[in-house]
Every structure is written in structure tokens, then in C-alpha cells.
């Protein structure tokens, strides 16, 4: 028997174990949600045991369940897809850490004659590289993504892997310096007042190379003006007034 009153089983089911496990007073039974159970089979079972075979045979059945043109026809597929197709899912918990970086690469270079056409597979690859440092390969897979679909979340990797590679180049390719600031700066325009990731990101990349390179006038003069619509438009943003703190450190108002 347990040392423990119906009172307290009730207070525990109602309270900290509220969402997770459903209590019907109808039939007096205690069922456990279904995500629930996914989840834990997955952490005790599945994750860090990944199988490139397995994935690959998945993926393929749901590229027989829609192509992206009818993506709207089909959301469970496509959700199912986005899933296992990132990269989080695959490099942070579905292969073995040992052999990740392998077996994710195996994975985005099958799964690339399957899903080619998909913006989304590009947006996953691209991070899979930026994550390993692969940064040249990110830029590709970021570049062709954008081709396929003008997608925001692609055009910030974009940009932001295009100025992480200038920093790291010792600032020396100023093709790699303009279509960065210009792939953030479209970004900011088009997201307005509404978001301050991108406005935010072009200060701190744009402090950053103003520190390596201070005879870079174009960057003073952008990092200002972004600085002062940030003052403007989010002054209540946490990340934003990071950025513009951080610019007046090195800089001064």
C-alpha cells in the first residue's frame, strides 16, 4: 500500500501532474497523454541510437505523401517531415554524438534528391553546416533556399553567416560584407517596427566590424542609423537595447 491519502493523489493529479496525466472520476482511471509516452519512449529508447537507414526510409515514404506545391493538402506529413528534418532533431538528440556530424551529412545528401525543391530542407541544411562551422556550405545551402522561397528565417541565416565569414576572413572580401549587411538590411525593412531581430542583429554585426576594421565608413554609417531607429522603435526590446549598449561601450554616443 502506499503511504499516501486519496487526498493527496487527488491534490497531486489536479496540481503537478496536471496536463500529463487525465483522471476521469467517471471510471476512476489514470491515463497518461500520448506525447507523454512518445517522449519518454524517444529519450529512453530511440535518442543517441539514430539510424541513417531508418530516417532515410522514413523520409522517403513522406515525400510519396505530398509535394511542396500541395504542402496545404497534406499539414500532418509536412509537419512530420519539418520535424525529422531538422537539424536539432537530428545532430542534438537523434544520432550518437560520437557519429552525428556524419550521419546527419548522410542524411541532408539523401534527403536532397527527395526534398530538393524545398526551401525548408535548404533553411535546415544551411544550419547543419553553420553549426559545424562549415560556413561555406552553409552560404550555398542558404543562397539556394532563398532561390526556392523568400523566407525571412533564410534570409537572416543568410546574412548573418555571410558577416560571420567577412569577421572571420580578417575582413578581407567586401563582396561577402555587402551582400550580408544587404540580406539583413532587406530583412529589417521588410519585418518594419513590428520585429527588432533583424535591426538588432545589424548593430551587433555591424559594432563587431567597426571593431576590426574602423576605417569601414559605410558600417559607421549604417551601424548609426540603425542604432537610432532602435532608439526609436524598441527601446522596450531586451536584445535590441543589448545591441545599442553594446555599440555605445565600444564607440560612445
Known amino acids: 500500500?502506499?503511504?499516501?491519502?486519496?487526498?493527496?493523489?487527488?491534490?497531486?493529479?489536479?496540481?503537478?501532474?496536471?496536463?500529463?496525466?487525465?483522471?476521469?472520476?467517471?471510471?476512476l482511471q489514470v491515463r497518461c497523454r500520448h506525447r507523454v509516452i512518445a517522449t519518454y519512449y524517444f529519450g529512453q529508447c530511440i535518442a543517441g541510437h539514430g539510424s541513417v537507414d531508418l530516417l532515410v526510409g522514413v523520409l522517403t515514404f513522406l515525400s510519396r505523401q505530398f509535394t511542396v506545391a500541395d504542402i496545404k493538402h497534406h499539414p500532418l506529413s509536412y509537419r512530420i517531415y519539418k520535424e525529422l528534418i531538422s537539424f536539432?532533431?537530428?545532430?542534438?538528440?537523434?544520432?550518437?554524438?560520437?557519429?552525428?556530424?556524419?550521419?546527419?551529412?548522410?542524411v541532408y545528401h539523401h534527403a536532397q534528391g527527395l526534398f530538393g525543391n524545398d526551401g525548408i530542407f535548404w533553411?535546415?541544411?544551411?544550419?547543419?553546416?553553420?553549426?559545424?562551422?562549415?560556413?561555406?556550405?552553409?552560404?550555398?545551402?542558404?543562397?539556394?533556399?532563398?532561390?526556392?522561397?523568400?523566407?525571412?528565417?533564410?534570409?537572416?541565416?543568410?546574412?548573418?553567416?555571410?558577416?560571420e565569414k567577412y569577421l572571420l576572413d580578417g575582413c578581407a572580401d567586401r563582396k561577402l560584407y555587402e551582400e550580408g549587411v544587404e540580406a539583413l538590411e532587406v530583412e529589417a525593412?521588410?519585418?518594419?517596427?513590428?520585429?527588432?531581430?533583424?535591426?538588432?542583429?545589424?548593430?551587433?554585426?555591424?559594432?563587431?566590424?567597426?571593431?576590426?576594421?574602423?576605417?569601414?565608413?559605410d558600417a559607421e554609417n549604417k551601424v548609426k542609423r540603425h542604432v537610432s531607429y532602435a532608439m526609436q522603435h524598441f527601446k522596450e526590446d531586451n536584445y535590441a537595447m543589448g545591441a545599442v549598449s553594446d555599440y555605445f561601450r565600444h564607440f560612445g554616443r
Not at 536539432?88 to 548522410?106: H, I, K, N, P, T
Open 1 to 27: 500500500m502506499l503511504d499516501c491519502s486519496v487526498e493527496d493523489i487527488n491534490a497531486y493529479l489536479a496540481n503537478d501532474l496536471a496536463g500529463i496525466l487525465l483522471y476521469s472520476r467517471k471510471t
Open 123 to 163: 533553411l535546415q541544411f544551411g544550419r547543419f553546416y553553420r553549426k559545424t562551422e562549415r560556413l561555406d556550405e552553409a552560404i550555398d545551402c542558404f543562397r539556394t533556399g532563398l532561390g526556392i522561397y523568400d523566407s525571412f528565417q533564410t534570409r537572416h541565416s543568410l546574412g548573418t553567416t555571410l558577416l
Open 88 to 106: 536539432e532533431f537530428m545532430y542534438g538528440s537523434y544520432f550518437a554524438l560520437e557519429s552525428s556530424g556524419r550521419d546527419v551529412e548522410a
Open 189 to 217: 525593412l521588410k519585418r518594419g517596427s513590428r520585429d527588432a531581430y533583424p535591426v538588432s542583429t545589424l548593430i551587433a554585426f555591424l559594432s563587431r566590424i567597426l571593431q576590426a576594421d574602423s576605417s569601414n565608413l
